[in-house]
Every structure is written in C-alpha cells, then in structure tokens.
C-alpha cells in the first residue's frame, strides 16, 4: 500500500468498520526492535536519510498528506483508514482563517456529531506531566463509552469525542513529550514542512484515532476505546490565548461542537469528572459555563501537605474556595473565574454576535495586547487580560438577548501540581493578582451590562445583589495591607497595655510591651525589605530575602494570635456559673462580643461548612501552614504584584522565528502536466517501527535533570513603569493614611471621649468593626455554601 494516499473522501462517507478494541497477539505482532546502542537519535537519522521524493496533489490548495502508523499501534483486523493512518495538516494561514481557506478535520470529513471538544494546552511540558492528563482524558472517554444506558453515550460514545492537543512554539515544545505522543501514532518524525508552496507554515496538525494508553517510561497498553486526537503542533511560540484560538476560531467551527472542556497539560480529571461537567450542561439548557474542583496533588498519604508548608497552604486556600466561595457564586449564577486549567463552555454561548461582538472576541482581545502596547491599550487594560478567563465569564453572563449563567460542579474534580518553592509560587500569583484584581474592577465599573443582558429580571436582581457583594470584597482587597497591619497593632498593644496581665509575663515581668516594640519594627522593617526587592528583584534572584520574610512574617501572626487567644482566655467566664447569663455576658462584655464572635463566625465556619461538605480533612493537616503563611498572602504577595504591575508577560518569552529545518514542499509539474507537491517523506515501513520502538525505549532511560535557563526579563516601555508607580503609591498612600489615622494620638483621645465602651481597655472601634465586618462576609459565604448544597439535593 502506498504511504501517501489522496484523500478525496465525500463529506459524509459510511464508517464500514466495527470498534475492535483488543490488541493483535504477540506472534502477531512484528517484534519490538531494542537497540539501546543505536537509541532514538540514530533511528530518527536513519529514517530522514532514507526519506525519498513523492509528487502529491494538493486538496483545496492545502498540503494534507496520510501516512502509515506504526504496525505496533494498530488494532488486530482493523482495516480502517483512521486507525492505519495518520493524517498530517500544513496550515499556512492564521487560526481565524482555517475554514475559509477550505482546510478540514477528519470529525467533519466523516460527519460526526461532536458532543465533547476537549483541549490540552501545552508549552515545554515534559512527559510526565502530559501523560498524566492525557491517560485520564482516555480513561473518561472510556467511562463514556461504558455508559451503556444514556442515550447519548455507549459504546460508540468515542465517536462523539475530540481531544485536540495545542502545543506552543516546535522549539519549545519537550522532545520526550513528542515521544509519548509518536508512541501513540499522533506525531512522526520526517513528515512535517516549513514551507508550502512558499508560504511559511503555522501550524502542524497531526490526526490519529488512537487506541493505546502510554506510561511516563514508554509502557504501552490499551486505552479501552478508541480515541478522535488532533495535535496541532505550532511552528512559533505565541502563548495560551493563540492556542485556544486555534481551538475555537480554527477548529471549533468545523466540528461544531456541544461543549468544550480546557484542561492545562499537568491537570488530571478524575475518572467521571468530563462526564459530570458535561452532564451539567445537558440537564440544565441555560448554563454556558461550568468548572469543577480543582485540588491539590496531595501524594501518597498526604505526604506532599505534610512534608512543604506552602504546598499545605495552597491546598487550604483552594479548598475554602470550593467550600464557600464557588458554591456561593453558583448560586447566584455568575461564577467570577473558571479556571482555566479545568473548566467548560457552551460552544453555543461562547458565540460572538453578528457584529462580531461577544465572548470570544472579548477573550482574544488580550492576545494582541501583551506586545509593547502597540494597539493603544493601557496598563490598566493589558493587566486586566492576564486573567481573560474573569473577562469570558464576565462576557458571557452578560451577553445580549441571551441568558446564561455559569455553574460549579462539586463531583466533577482534577487534581493538579502547585508550586513548592517560594520564586514560583511568588511569580505564579503575581499574574493571578494582579489580572483578578483589575477584572474584577472592570465588571464592578461595568455592572449595568446585567441590565442589557438576556436575564430575566430576577436573575438581573440576584445578579446586582452579587456584583454589591464583590464590591465589597473588592475594597477589603484593596485595603488588606492596612487591615492587617491594623489588627496586629491593636490586638498585640492591648493585650500587653496592662502589665498585670501581660500574655508574655512568662518571659519577666512587662516583657509584653518589649515584644509588640520589637515585632512592631519587625513588620514595618519587613514591609519596606519586601517594597525594596519588589520594586528591583526578580524572585528567583531574592529567594532567601522573601523565604525568610516569609518566615518573620508568620512569627508575627504567631503573636498576633497568641495575643487575641490570651485576650479571649481573660475574657470568659472561668466558673459554670457566669455562663449562666450568655445574653448579658454579651451585652455587657465588648471583648466577647467582638473578638469572641468574629473570630468563631469566621473560623468556626471554616469547619463548619468543611463538615458539611464532607470534607474536613483539610483542617487538619494544613489549617495550621495557612495561619502561618497568611501574612505572606496580603504583604508579600499583594507587594510584588502590585510592584509589578508594568510587566504584563505571560512569564515566556515569545518565539517569532522559525527553525526552517524540516524542508518545504515545492509546486512542480507532474507527469500529466497537472501541479503537485514535491515532499521528502519516509518510504520504508521497518524505519518507522524501528523510531517507534527506539521512542519507547528512550522513555524507558531517565533524562538527565536539567537547569532552568531563564531568558533576561523584557525591558518595559517607560511609560508602563510611571503608571505602575502612580497606582502603587494610590494603593500604598491608601492603605499608609488608613494606618496613621487610627493609631494617631487624635483618633484614640476621640474615641475616648465619644465612645461608651472605652471603659473596656480591650475595646477598639476600627478593630470591633473589622472584625464584624469579616465575619458577616464569612457569614454570607456560609449560607451560600448551604444554598448550593440544599439545591444540589434537589437537583438544581
């Protein structure tokens, strides 16, 4: 059979084959070929040096070639073009151009109805982390195909499936990772052009049905169904947002498909997550977007939480999030991020409107922006579309004539890797903040579009209510510096005001004041330090600087809250009997009804809802790194990111060369005088199952481990520099003038005077109203986090 067929294949042709899962036995198969001293490199040289010319026509103008897969891949007894063959695309044009320029997929060619689009974004990930994700992509097709009951799922329910892998930049993109991918017959070495006809190649687009499930060390086994792959592999490195343009602006229209899921390489979906999220969208027809639970990869036993503090802390900050925070904005309906590493989308409601106006054009909107500014966009503007995935829910909650919400979907989960040294998690949460907080500033400013959108007027009330509620939040982000600055003053001064019952009299007597003076310089000392590296470091070169701000900073918690816990502990009543009033003990003692409260409101429903939700463990193995490590979320975090603002890069340095090292396909006179296409294609069979098993045996060996070189930092225009120091001193002045007024001398001799309490040393008014103010936003959160679990019961 020859290995370049032309594929003229009518747009709807019978499938003549049956699904035929199993493997062909041993005797068989050909025989694995394991030439350790040759490896991978010498068969890949040996398959390029024995390439030889094919004349090829082009389809519509465009270079599609189908080549034979490895015979160790291919199912027994199965004839089928799309299990024999891989189907290589040259995409010469941008990723909005795809279909007119009459480029096809195999799902269109062979007219099937796509339920589920799936897309893996990839940069420089190695294999471990893409096998990961792409073995539970499979095993979730597999549960779909075992669901012999639904009406639209079973045992052909793969059919219905298109996983489509985005790579960005063929430079970058890890060579091992390649492998795994060639293992399963969706990539091959010497097919690929630079050029076609002249036009320079943006992308390559590798399909394969594939039926193999392959391990980090190249263990080869069946998948349990069949799976429809699309591997576009881009000739530059344009970042995130281009890949997912190729997604939904190339692709999307051509498989047209109910709903699509994106998933980051490294994420891992349970095995009944997809099918969960896309049972959302199937049994409610309003919901345009869903995400699930993302957690943290704990390792065996826990031992990831126990062993890294910072890996603890995440892992209790994300769970309070899916506890309190997504079951609340469920309820409302307007979820104000879904994340991007596990999430889906109505194709439907992430349409543009006939002006081409709407989700996806606002979506792709940043993706011009992150340039130099070339486009007229400001600062504020480029740093709220490094969190575009807040723009898109924002987009489509209040699109036009059309009502959608958003859902979360708590038995939909994936667990995926948090970063465990200080320089990455610093640098991760640097783009996280400062694109959340300019987002969400951008939907508060803009909440009358609920009013022009497609809700119905008691969805647009609920709405508002929310859009108040993040408001709110809002400020208390914006001033949290202050707050707890403030909080740490108040409580450490007042518990050690009165020396007879100094909380650190252990040490000597009135040793308290001592320790609030020298943890007092201590955090005002750490604040500038952390001002200092911000403005002038990079993480990774101040690593120790911000690890041991990290540590004095939890030092000071420590006090802090050694302090209120002391203060509570004088407060209460010490025999049964003065328990037996609570009412007036409340009314009458200021320290119980502020501190007390506040402190049980919002802590206390931290393990209250955690029960709720059946969920309490978190409590207890990273509840107390959280503590530790909360300072360093407001001072350190919230600095660097606010120091930062100029840099609006994604973190990669984009690639807009090309290597030109594959050849291009020229246009030549055949020999009926029609033009073809004059390709270098690999000719002989036994060279492609040698790379193949040379691939496997290369996954098989340990790479070697490899330092990060990172690429000099872009130097910024002068202008982005001047905005970022007039929004850093708006929110430094802010948070500094909060600060001086209510520790000022004026401000305590007033309050003395006007203020009844005040015969309560502990009482402070600022701090009554803090803590008040966190504990009936905690309480908020609560009861929508009850709501959501209430109408989960329900089923709504």
């Known amino acids: 059979m020859s290995q370049v067929t032309l594929h003229d294949a009518p747009p709807v042709p019978a499938m003549p084959y049956a699904f035929q899962p199993d493997y062909p036995p041993m005797q068989q198969r050909p025989p694995v070929l394991r030439q350790p001293s040759a490896g991978y490199s010498a068969a890949r040289e040996k398959l390029m040096k024995r390439r030889s010319v094919r004349h090829v026509e082009l389809q519509q103008g465009n270079l599609v070639l189908d080549v034979q897969v490895p015979t160790h891949i291919v199912p027994a007894g199965n004839t089928s073009e799309e299990m024999n063959k891989m189907r290589y695309t040259a995409a010469t044009c941008d990723p909005d151009e795809f279909m007119r320029r009459k480029y096809t997929l195999r799902p269109y060619l062979y007219g099937r109805q796509t339920e589920l689009f799936i897309v893996m974004t990839m940069y420089n990930e190695d294999e471990v982390l893409f096998v990961r994700t792409m073995n ?178 995440q892992n209790f900050e994300y769970k309070m999030s899916n506890i309190l925070d997504k079951p609340l904005e469920s309820v409302f309906g307007y979820i104000s991020v879904l994340p991007g590493a596990f999430s889906a989308y109505r194709y439907k409601a992430l349409q543009n409107g006939p002006d081409g106006r709407g989700p996806l054009a606002s979506y792709f909107k940043g993706e011009t922006m992150h340039g ?287 290597s030109k090292d594959l050849g291009g396909a020229k246009k030549v006179k055949g020999e009926d005088g029609k033009e073809v296409m004059e390709v270098e294609l690999p000719t002989q069979r036994e060279d492609v199952d040698q790379l193949w098993a040379a691939a496997r045996s290369s996954l098989q060996q340990k790479p070697p481990e490899m330092k990060e070189h990172r690429d000099a930092a872009t130097k910024q225009a002068d202008h982005d520099r001047n905005s970022r120091t007039n929004v850093v001193l708006a929110w430094v002045g802010t948070n500094i003038a909060m600060i001086v007024v209510f520790t000022s001398n004026a401000f305590l001799n007033w309050v003395h005077e006007h203020v009844e309490n005040m015969t309560d040393a502990n009482f402070n008014p600022y701090l009554s109203f803090l803590f008040f103010a966190l504990a009936g936003l905690s309480a908020i959160r609560f009861v929508g986090s009850l709501l959501y679990l209430i109408f989960r019961l329900f089923g709504f």
């Not at 600062?379 to 579309?385: A, D, G, Q």
């Not at 939909?412 to 907080?437: C, H, M, Y």
């Open 372 to 658: 130099g500014g070339a486009d007229g966009a400001g600062l504020f503007e480029r740093n709220m579309y490094l969190a575009e995935d807040r723009i898109l829910c924002f987009e489509i909650v209040t699109k036009k004539r059309e009502g959608w919400i958003l859902k979360y979907v708590k038995s939909a989960k994936a667990a995926t890797d948090v970063p465990t040294t200080v320089p990455e998690f610093i640098s991760q949460r640097r783009r996280w903040l400062n694109g959340s907080l300019f987002a969400s500033i951008h939907a508060t400013i803009f909440f009358w579009r609920i009013w022009t959108s497609g809700q119905n007027f008691f969805r647009k009330i609920v709405l508002q209510i929310e859009f108040i509620y993040n408001a709110v939040q809002l400020l208390f982000t914006w001033t949290s510096l202050a707050n707890f600055y403030l909080a740490f003053f108040f409580l450490v001064s007042s518990a050690t005001a009165d020396s007879q019952n100094d909380p650190f009299k252990f040490l000597s007597n009135g040793a308290g004041k001592d320790v609030f003076e020298v943890f007092l310089k201590l955090y005002i000392g750490l604040l500038f330090v952390i001002i200092v590296c911000s403005l002038g470091n990079r993480p990774q070169g101040s690593k120790w600087t911000y690890s041991i701000s990290m540590i004095l900073f939890g030092l000071c918690n420590v006090i802090t809250l050694w302090c209120a816990g002391y203060t509570i502990y004088l407060a209460l009543p010490h025999t049964v009997a003065g328990w037996k009033d609570l009412p007036h003990l409340i009314e009458t003692n200021a320290t119980i009804r502020e501190l007390v409260i506040s402190i049980a409101a919002t802590y206390g429903l931290y393990f209250i809802s955690s029960f709720m939700h059946l969920e309490p463990w978190h409590m207890f193995t990273s509840f107390i790194q959280y503590m530790f490590l909360l300072p360093s979320y407001v001072n350190i975090l919230m600095m660097y990111a606010m120091c930062n603002l100029h840099d609006v890069t994604w973190g990669t340095k984009g690639d807009n060369g090309s």
């Open 136 to 313: 539970s992509v499979i095993k979730n097709v597999a549960h779909l195909c075992s669901r012999t009951r639904s009406k639209t799922w079973g045992p052909d329910g793969w059919k219905k499936v298109v996983v489509c892998v985005v790579s960005d930049g063929r430079n970058k993109v890890n060579k091992r990772t390649l492998q795994v991918l060639s293992l399963m017959g969706c990539y091959q070495e010497g097919i690929a052009k630079d050029s076609v006809a002249g036009k320079d190649v943006t992308a390559h687009i590798f399909e394969f049905t594939s039926n193999v499930m392959v391990s980090e060390k190249g263990e080869v086994s069946t998948g349990g169904c069949p799976v429809q792959i699309v591997f576009c592999l881009k000739e530059q490195n344009k970042k995130k947002l281009n890949s997912h343009r190729w997604f939904f602006n190339a692709f999307g229209p051509l498989i047209k498909p109910n709903v699509c899921v994106l998933l980051d390489v490294g994420t891992k979906p349970t095995g009944t997550s997809i099918y969960e999220l896309w049972k959302c969208f199937d049994k409610h027809v309003n919901v345009g977007g869903a995400c699930g639970e993302i957690c943290v990869e704990a390792g065996r036993g826990c031992g990831l939480l126990l062993m890294s503090p910072l890996a603890a802390s």
